[in-house]
């Protein structure tokens, strides 16, 4: 049976319990232990499927079709453990469990509340899977004291009374913020949030102190002493220069350390941190730069795109050159305004929904394929490369996507994109209308593609002839339109199994011209690097001798 760690955050948002939590499953990794990490969302909302880019930041697609929160992007990226559709779940999610059974009549007419009975489907979406790994993490979004919080505090405390003596602990993430003014760091906001912890029946084992000056040991000391925890329990966390640098410095501060000690495993296996090793040298020791346009709509928030950036992060450590990504928005490059990708060793446009900004993101395909710059469509990137060549190469001036009509409420486009109406999953077949509600209803998860043998995408998967991606969309470019585009020259080198889905679509004349429906990103890992990004840095360092 698996021990837990429950990673809770306090003081303020944003502190970083993300990227502890898949530091330290990667540390546990590194000595030997099994991990699966989970998120558990205060927010109302069933996922994040439906919220804004703007709102929430990227939605992390998993395997098995569930849109989730971007941290468990980090906790694949970190620990290689590919995330299910049980590791994620919401006060939403959790709330619409509990109706939908008390209107089947399962409570047998009792009066519904959140004890017990929200607190019990938490506890047990808690216990999936919990024979499978030594460890399972579950970091709780938001900040202690926040009200929306309080059901899934009450379902831990319950949890961790219920289970045998030492088989959970609790780590807290807090701030330790600086006054400049007086020099000092300050321990009392720590101090009240352990605090508003213990009033809730929850009292935490490992403190993770966030701090931008060095933690003297006498504040350490003090803090162990008014919050009830052992000195050495009490772990250090500094801004890193990469988020990579996490689990070795987490090593070096003593978190892994310290949580095999509240478990009171002793002695611990020696961990094994050549891997992390090598990473950071990859990052330390680059050989060159190339500078990376990331042509997009939601370029304002960063974490929009954050395992775009990611992705060519570890495609940037394949081939031991740093990537400088800068971010341009869509929407100025629309007119005469495609002279600012000059400079730039290659493109990449992301996906996204809606019209706007995309006039720019087909300027940034044409660009790319008349001046002979690495492009890298996907998803929307990939449509609007079609809808470029439609418009430019094969004689469909008018060319469009239904989306945008749809959206416009009229008929203006030829739609090589249309609105994906059936498709196969597994054994079934999948039915979509316009009409139907958002959430949750695209193509999502997992799906293999079949590539022509021969093409660039299979020479880019090893001479593969086939590759399975992830997907998020409802829309995808219309088959009955590949004879004139491949007649124009744009060549259709993937396709769905069943041969009527476009994959892949590359120019055969052009150094490196590739869109895929799905996001590779998805599943890319400093230490396993996604092979189209891989691929695409490449061909950006051979642009980059090249002007």
Not at 148 to 161: K, N, V, W, Y
Not at 419 to 435: D, I
Not at 453 to 465: F, L, N, P, Q
Request: hydrophobic fraction near 40%; glycine fraction near 10%; aromatic fraction near 8%.
């Amino acid at each position: 049976m698996a021990r837990y760690i429950f990673i809770t955050g306090g003081v303020v948002s944003s502190l970083g319990k993300g990227l502890a939590s898949a530091a330290l499953g990667a540390l546990l990794q590194a000595r030997g232990f099994t991990v699966r990490l989970r998120k558990l969302d205060p927010y109302l909302n069933v996922d994040p499927g439906t919220m804004s880019p703007f709102e929430h930041g990227e939605v992390f697609v998993t395997d098995d079709g569930a849109e989730t929160d971007l941290d468990l992007g980090h906790y694949e990226r970190f620990t290689g453990v590919a995330a299910r559709r049980t590791d994620s779940v919401s006060s939403g999610r959790i709330y619409s469990n509990v109706l939908e059974k008390e209107r089947r009549g399962e409570y047998l007419g009792k009066t519904i509340q959140v004890i017990p009975h929200v607190t019990n489907e938490i506890k047990d979406f808690l216990a999936v899977g919990e024979d499978e790994v030594d460890f399972m993490l579950c970091e709780i979004g938001g900040t202690v004291g926040d009200i929306e919080g309080l059901p899934f505090f009450e379902a831990i405390r319950q949890f961790t009374h219920e289970r045998p003596r030492g088989q959970c602990i609790l780590m807290h993430l807090t701030l330790l913020p600086y006054l400049a003014a007086s020099g000092e760091l300050k321990t009392k906001p720590t101090q009240h949030s352990v605090k508003e912890l213990q009033s809730i029946g929850l009292a935490p084992d490992v403190l993770v102190c966030r701090s931008e000056q060095p933690i003297p040991e006498k504040e350490r000391a003090k803090i162990a002493l008014f919050c009830n925890v052992r000195p050495d329990a009490v772990i250090p966390a500094y801004d890193l220069k990469t988020i990579y640098e996490a689990p070795l410095a987490y090593h070096r501060a003593g978190l892994d350390r310290a949580v095999l000690d509240a478990f009171q495993i002793s002695p611990a296996p020696r961990p094994d941190l050549s891997k992390w090793e090598d990473v950071m040298d990859r990052l330390d020791h680059a050989e060159g730069e190339v500078r990376i346009a990331i042509v997009g709509k939601y370029t304002q928030l960063e974490d929009a795109y954050k395992s775009i950036a990611e992705a060519l992060t570890h495609g940037g450590m394949a081939n031991r050159v740093r990537v400088k990504a800068d971010w341009v928005d869509s929407e100025q490059l629309e007119g005469e305004g495609a002279h600012r990708l000059d400079g730039y060793h290659g493109i990449i446009v992301p996906g996204g929904f809606g019209e706007r900004g995309t006039e720019g993101m087909i300027a940034a395909a044409k660009y790319a394929r008349e001046k002979n710059v690495p492009y890298l469509g996907i998803c929307l990137g990939m449509q609007m490369a079609v809808i470029e060549a439609a418009r430019n190469l094969a004689d469909m001036p008018d060319a469009g996507s239904e989306e945008f009509d749809h959206e416009a409420g009229k008929t203006r486009f030829t739609p090589v994109v249309y609105h994906l109406k059936e498709w196969v999953q597994g054994n079934y077949t999948v039915q979509r209308k316009v009409g139907d509600d958002k959430g949750g209803t695209m193509r999502l998860g997992a799906y293999t593609a079949m590539l022509a043998e021969g093409s660039k995408i299979s020479e880019i998967y090893g001479g593969a002839t086939e590759m399975e991606d992830r997907h998020r969309h409802r829309y995808e470019v219309d088959a009955k339109y590949r004879e004139a585009l491949e007649k124009a020259g744009l060549t259709f080198s993937g396709m769905s199994p069943d041969g009527k889905l476009p994959e892949v679509i590359e120019y055969a004349d052009h150094p490196w011209f590739i869109g895929v429906q799905s996001h590779p990103e998805l599943k890319s890992k400093p230490f396993d690097p996604a092979p189209l990004f891989a691929g695409f840095v490449r061909a950006a360092m051979q642009e980059g001798r090249l002007v």
